[in-house]
C-alpha cells in the first residue's frame, strides 16, 4: 500500500498566463515566456527588453536582393561600431544581439562569406543596440533585423506574405538599401527591377506627406564596391549610368536620400571544392565605407 503523499497546489502559476506581453512589432499578445512572438515570430526578448527600460526603441530597415551583402556589411558595421572608443559607438543589448557580429566576423576569418539568412523569420537574427553619436545629447535605442532577401521580394510582390516585415517597415524611421555593384549586366538589371518594386512597395505603406515613407531618410548603398572605384569615386553619378531606374524612382518619390559605396572584402577570389560549384570566397578583409551610410541615417532618423 502507498504512503499518502502531499502535493503542493501550483494553481497561482495560471495567472502568469493570463497576462499577455504585446510583441514590440505586431503588438499581439504572447505569453510571459515565450521565445518569439506567435504571430510574426519576432523575438519576444525586444519587448521584454523595452518594457523594462520604459522605453521605445526606434527600428530601421537593411533592406535589398538576395547575395547584395546584408549580413556581411550589418555584422561589419556592428563590430566596427562595438569596438569604437570615439564618435559613433555602438553597445548591444541583449546576448542574441550579438550573434550576427560573431557569425560574422567568424566567417570572414575563415576566408568565408557568411551562410545563406535562411527564409524562416524565427531565424533571422536581430540586433537591438544602443548607438551614441558625437552630437546627439542622447543615446539611440536602434533594433535592426538581418532579414533574407528571398523572404523580401516575396512580401513585395505578394504583400502579406511576410507579415513581420510590412509591420516593421511601417515602423521604421529609415532603411539601408543594399545594391550590389558587382553584378554582371543581365544581373544589374535584374537588381534595378527589385530595386525599383522595393521602392514603390515603401511608399505604398504610408502615403502621409509628413511621415510616410517618401519623407523618411534612406541611405542607398552599392555594396562590394571594393573592385569598382568608379562607384567609390562618385555613387550617384554611379546610379545614374548604371542603375537608372533606381535613380529615376528615388528622385521622384523620395525627399530624403543620399548615395553610397562601400566594400568589405579587399580582394576575392573563386574557390572550388571536390567539384562544387566555384565559390566567391575573401582574400583579405579590408572595411572601406561602411560606417558612413549609417552615420548618415542615424543623425536622420
Same mark, same amino acid.
Given at each position: 500500500?502507498?504512503?499518502?503523499?502531499?502535493?503542493?497546489?501550483?494553481?497561482? $502559476?495560471?495567472?502568469?498566463?493570463?497576462?499577455?506581453?504585446?510583441?514590440?512589432?505586431?503588438?499581439?499578445?504572447?505569453?510571459?515566456? /515565450?521565445?518569439?512572438?506567435?504571430?510574426?515570430?519576432?523575438?519576444?526578448?525586444?519587448?521584454?527588453?523595452? !518594457? =523594462?527600460?520604459?522605453?521605445? &526603441?526606434?527600428?530601421?530597415?537593411?533592406?535589398?536582393?538576395?547575395?547584395?551583402? +546584408?549580413?556581411?556589411?550589418?555584422?561589419?558595421?556592428?563590430?566596427?561600431?562595438?569596438?569604437?572608443?570615439?564618435?559613433?559607438?555602438?553597445? %548591444?543589448?541583449?546576448?542574441?544581439?550579438?550573434? #550576427?557580429?560573431?557569425?560574422?566576423?567568424? /566567417?570572414?576569418?575563415?576566408?568565408?562569406?557568411?551562410?545563406?539568412? &535562411? !527564409?524562416?523569420?524565427?531565424?533571422?537574427?536581430?540586433?537591438?543596440?544602443?548607438? +551614441?553619436?558625437? +552630437?546627439?545629447?542622447? &543615446?539611440?535605442?536602434?533594433?535592426?533585423?538581418?532579414?533574407?532577401?528571398?523572404?523580401?521580394?516575396?512580401?513585395?510582390?505578394?504583400?502579406?506574405?511576410?507579415?513581420?516585415?510590412?509591420?516593421? @517597415?511601417?515602423?521604421? =524611421?529609415?532603411? #539601408?538599401?543594399?545594391?550590389?555593384?558587382?553584378? $554582371? =549586366?543581365?544581373?544589374?538589371?535584374?537588381?534595378?527591377?527589385?530595386?525599383?518594386? @522595393?521602392? =514603390?512597395? #515603401?511608399?505604398?505603406?504610408?502615403?502621409?506627406?509628413?511621415?510616410?515613407?517618401?519623407?523618411?531618410? #534612406?541611405?542607398?548603398?552599392?555594396?562590394?564596391?571594393?573592385?569598382?572605384?568608379?562607384?567609390?569615386?562618385?555613387?550617384?553619378?554611379?546610379?545614374?549610368? $548604371?542603375?537608372?531606374?533606381?535613380?529615376?524612382?528615388? !528622385?521622384?518619390?523620395?525627399?530624403?536620400?543620399?548615395?553610397?559605396?562601400?566594400?568589405?572584402?579587399? %580582394?576575392?577570389?573563386?574557390?572550388?571544392?571536390?567539384?562544387?560549384?566555384?565559390?566567391?570566397?575573401?582574400?583579405?578583409?579590408?572595411?572601406?565605407?561602411?560606417?558612413? &551610410?549609417?552615420?548618415?541615417?542615424?543623425?536622420?532618423?
Amino acid at each position: 500500500m502507498k504512503q499518502p503523499s502531499t502535493l503542493p497546489m501550483e494553481s497561482y $502559476r495560471l495567472a502568469q498566463y493570463a497576462h499577455q506581453i504585446p510583441c514590440y512589432i505586431c503588438e499581439e499578445g504572447n505569453t510571459f515566456d /515565450a521565445e518569439y512572438c506567435r504571430y510574426c515570430c519576432a523575438p519576444m526578448a525586444l519587448a521584454h527588453q523595452a !518594457n =523594462s527600460q520604459k522605453i521605445h &526603441p526606434r527600428m530601421m530597415a537593411c533592406l535589398g536582393a538576395s547575395g547584395a551583402g +546584408k549580413t556581411v556589411y550589418l555584422g561589419m558595421l556592428i563590430d566596427m561600431l562595438s569596438r569604437q572608443t570615439q564618435g559613433l559607438q555602438l553597445l %548591444a543589448r541583449g546576448a542574441f544581439s550579438i550573434t #550576427l557580429q560573431q557569425r560574422t566576423v567568424a /566567417a570572414l576569418a575563415r576566408c568565408q562569406f557568411p551562410s545563406k539568412t &535562411p !527564409n524562416e523569420p524565427d531565424r533571422w537574427n536581430w540586433v537591438h543596440s544602443q548607438v +551614441k553619436a558625437a +552630437k546627439q545629447r542622447r &543615446p539611440v535605442e536602434l533594433i535592426m533585423p538581418d532579414m533574407a532577401g528571398e523572404a523580401i521580394l516575396q512580401e513585395v510582390e505578394h504583400p502579406h506574405t511576410y507579415g513581420v516585415i510590412q509591420m516593421m @517597415l511601417r515602423k521604421c =524611421s529609415g532603411a #539601408l538599401v543594399l545594391v550590389d555593384a558587382m553584378q $554582371r =549586366s543581365d544581373s544589374a538589371l535584374e537588381q534595378d527591377y527589385f530595386t525599383m518594386k @522595393l521602392l =514603390s512597395y #515603401l511608399t505604398e505603406l504610408d502615403h502621409d506627406n509628413k511621415t510616410g515613407w517618401s519623407r523618411r531618410p #534612406l541611405a542607398i548603398v552599392f555594396t562590394k564596391a571594393d573592385e569598382c572605384e568608379e562607384c567609390f569615386a562618385d555613387p550617384a553619378a554611379f546610379a545614374k549610368s $548604371r542603375f537608372n531606374g533606381l535613380w529615376q524612382h528615388v !528622385n521622384e518619390r523620395f525627399k530624403h536620400f543620399k548615395f553610397f559605396a562601400s566594400g568589405v572584402a579587399g %580582394a576575392c577570389a573563386l574557390r572550388t571544392i571536390h567539384g562544387e560549384r566555384a565559390q566567391r570566397v575573401p582574400l583579405r578583409i579590408e572595411p572601406r565605407g561602411v560606417i558612413e &551610410p549609417f552615420h548618415w541615417l542615424i543623425c536622420r532618423v
